[in-house]
């Protein structure tokens, strides 16, 4: 898979939330023999051991369960043991949600069906944004209490955490409290992780204006999942084919942030290298 990646022209590759412990000997090996170099991980990485599916929400951060929280910070750290070996500066983080029903699918659903702005639509907006901040104090604090547990140890190992803007309305850190959870973590050590399609998907609802978003966290930014939305939430797709202003986004981009193309396996190789260069041709080679 590594050689794959590498012989498509890419030097560095993020190892995800779906690698099991079985690849590792393998990974180690290429990495080792310099046909790869690893950019990034996404927690959790490996996987536990008899989880052989993707699942980066495995345990929460915050969890109400102790145990839960434990388990996470257990794993997050393999991840960055795992960071350290195969010399990847950054861990990806999923930071946790507030507990309640799934109203994102509904509002993609209405939105899906063209009845955004509807009567509907604005009652389950406003809805969402109600019960989530009623709810979202405990989840919070959970979130907030096991990142610091893990804080000095990646700042220990020489590692960024990358907290990723999430697609979920009940995900945290939610798009409006970024500010707040900046302010209250203001190591060098942890930084925002631009998501596109997730943002993307986020204005496609109507909870934040992609680029402004953007723009608002980029002295705290580190890098990027790159991907193009389909309307109305179709993600992961090549860059060029979707809705994604990769123009309008660029002022915010530099040199030294990591860029990671994060594509749907069902991408041709001819989409996956157009995409790439729809890219670089808006954005720079760099």
């Known amino acids: 898979m590594l050689r794959e990646v590498r012989e498509l022209g890419f030097e560095y590759a993020e190892l995800s939330h779906g690698t099991r412990i079985s690849l590792m000997p393998g990974i180690l090996e290429a990495v080792d023999a310099g046909e ?33 929280r434990e388990l996470a910070i257990r794993y997050t750290l393999k ?19 507030v507990e309640m029903k799934d109203y994102t699918d509904k ?15 604005e009652k389950l907006c406003a809805e969402v944004s109600e ?17 610091r547990k893990l804080l000095p140890e990646a700042e ?51 909870f934040i204006h992609h680029t402004l978003h953007l723009e608002s966290f980029r002295d705290r930014l580190g890098g990027f999942h790159i991907h193009d939305v389909q309307p109305p939430a179709r993600d992961h797709c090549a860059p060029g084919t979707g809705t994604v202003d990769f123009a309008a986004l660029k002022p915010s ?18 989409e996956v290298k157009s995409g790439v260069e729809h890219v670089k041709r808006i954005w720079g080679e760099d």
Request: charge should be neutral; charged fraction near 30%; aromatic fraction near 12%.
């Open 36 to 68: 790869i170099k690893i950019s990034t991980l996404h927690n959790f990485c490996p996987l536990p051991m008899g989880v052989n599916h993707s699942a980066p929400n495995l345990y929460q951060f915050s969890a109400e369960k102790p145990r839960e």
């Open 79 to 97: 991840t960055f043991e795992f960071a350290e070996r195969v010399r990847a500066p950054l861990v990806v983080l999923h930071l946790g949600s």
């Open 107 to 121: 509002l993609k659903d209405l939105l899906a069906r063209g009845e955004k702005g509807s009567p509907r639509y």
């Open 131 to 147: 019960k989530r901040e009623a709810k979202k104090e405990r989840f919070v604090e959970h979130t907030y209490e096991t990142l």
């Open 156 to 206: 220990a190992r020489g590692l960024k955490l990358g907290v990723e803007n999430r697609e979920a309305l009940e995900e945290i850190p939610f798009e409006t409290d970024f500010p707040f959870f900046f302010r209250e973590f203001t190591s060098p050590a942890v930084v925002y992780w631009h998501d596109t399609g997730h943002a993307q998907i986020k204005e496609n609802l109507g």
């Open 253 to 270: 981009v530099k040199a030294e942030h990591i860029k990671v193309f994060e594509f749907s396996p069902s991408l041709s190789l001819e």
